[in-house]
Each structure stands twice: as structure tokens, then as C-alpha cells.
């Protein structure tokens, strides 16, 4: 149980172009989720917090707008990069959280390479 | 201020041996301590957690050992084993709030 998927696993895309990252809670559903993104070598650094129904929460020096999040269904947040850019390029690993417990669960991650 | 420590930034310990990893940290209001494996190009995997009432848990070879009055908590691999070689990542969260993830220590466990 309390399997976290993304889709995709990787994408390449062309500067300028959006891409859209899928996180579902497959077997529970997550009163939260979570969006990290992690360079290589280094820890998660957590880029936003969305609950189901309401606006996402961004950490300090995430840009919202750039990096829109989707939190439609207690199973399913998407994350969007708009306009990316070969700086976006990276790791992009989701989390969802348990009811009751509070236990988190991470996704297989997405990586992201931009041209 | 990073508020959870983690050390030693990379292992390599013999196959057989005991894996150890520190984690420190300052905020008395965490109440849940984690702990994820990594592997490279995977998401991390919950490993082990423990909370503040309890000083050790143990699942297998892999045992939290809990130090509430000094804010430490550190994971012993016991046998370690090369399929244990990976990133390991401590993390503390408040009630209902986000976790604070450690730096991450790389774990080499030579055959």
C-alpha cells in the first residue's frame, strides 16, 4: 500500500515550451502533497505544499507563476513549468501525505531536461 | 538555519559491518522522525520512523535510536549489505506541518 506515482518518469522538451508532471496517490488519499526538486548530489528542496481545493503554498524564492500547481482531487496534483527554461532542468519528485498518521510517501520523480 | 543536521556526509563501511548515521536537530516542536533511502534517479523510499515517546524501534536490520533530551537521532544498518548502498536521508516534521530534510549521507558498503 500507500504507492505514489508520477508520470512522466522523464521528458525532454524545448526551451520555451510547458510541461506538465502528474502525482497520484494510487492505493490512499493525501490531505497534502508536496513538490521538490533535487539537483544532483544534493538533498530535496521543497518547492510547494498543496492541499486539495486550495492554492498551493510556495517556499521563499519559488516562483508561482513559473511553477503552477494543481491540486484538483485528494489522489491527483499536477505540477506545471511553464516557459521552461534549460535552467529547469532537474529532478522533480512529488510527495503525498497520509490522513491520520501524517506518513509521507514519495513518487519515483520526474526528470526534466530542457534544451 | 538549517534546522536538521545530518553526518557523516559519505560512508563506506565493509560488507557485514554496522552503517551509522547522525541527524541533529533544534526544533523542539518536531514530532515525527523519518528516515528515506534513495537510490540513484529514484524517489526516496520511507525507510524507518520513529516518534519522541519511544527511544529505539527496530524493523529488521535497520534500527532508530532516539535521544529526546540531547535532539539527536541516529540509523544503525546492521549487517550491512552492498544492495544498501544508496542515499540516506534523515527528516523531522512538526505536527501537520512540512519535514525538514537532512543534507543526505551516501552509504558505500564494499563486498
Known amino acids: 500500500g500507500a504507492v505514489v506515482s508520477q508520470h512522466p518518469s522523464w521528458v525532454i522538451c524545448k526551451s520555451g515550451t510547458s510541461v506538465k508532471i502528474e502525482c497520484r496517490s494510487l492505493?490512499?488519499?493525501?490531505?497534502?502533497m508536496f513538490w521538490y526538486r533535487q539537483f544532483p548530489k544534493q538533498s530535496l528542496m521543497l518547492m510547494a505544499t498543496s492541499n486539495e481545493g486550495s492554492k498551493a503554498t510556495y517556499e521563499q524564492g519559488v516562483e508561482k507563476d513559473k511553477f503552477l500547481i494543481n491540486h484538483a482531487s485528494l489522489t491527483l496534483s499536477t505540477l506545471t513549468v511553464t516557459s521552461a527554461h534549460p535552467e529547469d532542468s532537474s529532478f522533480y519528485i512529488c510527495?503525498?501525505?497520509?490522513?491520520?498518521?501524517?506518513?509521507?510517501?514519495f513518487g519515483p520523480g520526474t526528470r526534466l531536461l530542457v534544451l | 538555519q538549517q534546522q536538521v543536521k545530518q553526518s557523516p556526509q559519505s560512508l563506506i563501511v565493509q560488507k557485514g559491518g554496522i552503517s551509522i548515521i547522525n541527524c541533529a536537530y533544534e526544533n523542539t516542536a518536531f514530532d515525527y522522525f523519518p528516515w528515506y533511502q534513495q537510490f540513484p534517479g529514484k524517489g526516496p523510499a520511507l525507510l524507518i520512523a520513529?516518534?519522541?515517546?519511544?527511544s529505539e524501534k527496530k524493523e529488521g536490520r535497520f534500527t532508530i535510536s532516539f535521544n529526546k533530551s540531547a535532539k539527536q537521532f541516529s540509523l544503525h544498518i546492521m549487517d550491512s549489505q552492498p544492495g544498501d548502498s544508496a542515499t540516506y536521508f534523515c527528516a523531522a516534521r512538526a505536527p501537520a506541518g512540512k519535514s525538514t530534510f537532512g543534507d543526505g549521507t551516501t552509504l558505500t558498503v564494499k563486498p
Open positions: 492505493d490512499f488519499q493525501a490531505t497534502t
Open positions: 510527495s503525498a501525505r497520509l490522513k491520520g498518521p501524517g506518513t509521507q510517501y
Open positions: 520513529i516518534r519522541p515517546d519511544v
